[in-house]
């Protein structure tokens, strides 16, 4: 059974910094692009960053040069380092696994999905 959990979120000032984690339990990780979405209430769930097999990412514009997405395949987690935030981080992150081997565009919510962890950002 797949499964994704994210933590790391929290509540944290203008500016600062937080470390989101995403473990993917199941056979799947090793095969798998990972990619965090957020989504505030009213709005529809947009990418933030994703991670392929071979560790080539991607990022939405608003938050290049802030975040950085990384992986361990060793212990079957994804992070997504935030750094500078602001006020319009604040979101639920969800955590996305798909299979890399389909090169499903990034955008496109396919694949299993986690609960989501909180991320406010106080102004």
Known sequence: QVQLVESGG???QSGGSLRLSCEVSGSIFSAS?????????GKQRELVAGIRVSGIQNY??????RFAISRDNAKNTVY?????LKFEDTAV???????????VP???GFGFWGRGTQVTVSS
């Open 93 to 103: 992150y969800y955590c996305n696994a798909r299979p890399d081997r389909l090169m």
């Open 10 to 12: 929290g509540l944290v």
């Open 33 to 41: 692009a990972v990619a965090w979405f957020r989504q505030t209430p």
């Open 106 to 108: 990034w955008d496109t």
């Open 60 to 65: 939405v514009e608003s938050v290049k040069g």
């Open 80 to 84: 997504l380092q935030m750094n500078s």
